[in-house]
């Protein structure tokens, strides 16, 4: 089968103008990213990694409340990446 340059043409133009396509199904990373405003919320208010991990496992997204903690540090904003690990002190 012979592809003709105007078909690959017409396809391009057609794929160009295609409408942004509205995604039904997230991945549990994509989930903890839309929830991370309300998770930080919750966990200000005195819930744990743990309590949060079930309250969306009832929900259906499978993830371990050390899988959330990995997902909400790499959502961070890159400020919070850079801080000083813990027990140590930066001399200057």
Same mark, same amino acid.
């Given at each position: 089968?012979?592809?003709?340059?105007?078909?690959?043409?017409?396809?391009? =133009?057609?794929?160009?103008?295609?409408?942004?396509?509205?995604?039904?199904?997230?991945?549990?990373? =994509?989930?903890?990213?839309?929830?991370?405003?309300?998770?930080?919320?919750?966990?200000?208010?005195?819930?744990?990694?743990? =309590?949060?991990?079930?309250?969306?496992?009832?929900?259906?997204?499978?993830?371990?409340?050390?899988?959330?903690?990995?997902?909400?540090?790499?959502?961070?904003?890159?400020?919070?990446?850079?801080?000083?690990?813990?027990?140590?002190?930066?001399?200057?």
């Amino acid at each position: 089968m012979t592809i003709t340059l105007e078909t690959i043409t017409e396809l391009r =133009d057609t794929l160009a103008r295609l409408p942004e396509k509205p995604r039904t199904m997230l991945t549990a990373r =994509d989930a903890v990213a839309a929830l991370a405003p309300e998770i930080h919320a919750a966990r200000s208010g005195g819930y744990g990694l743990a =309590d949060i991990a079930a309250m969306l496992q009832q929900r259906g997204i499978r993830v371990s409340p050390s899988t959330l903690g990995s997902y909400l540090r790499e959502l961070a904003p890159s400020s919070a990446k850079a801080r000083t690990p813990r027990g140590r002190s930066v001399s200057s």
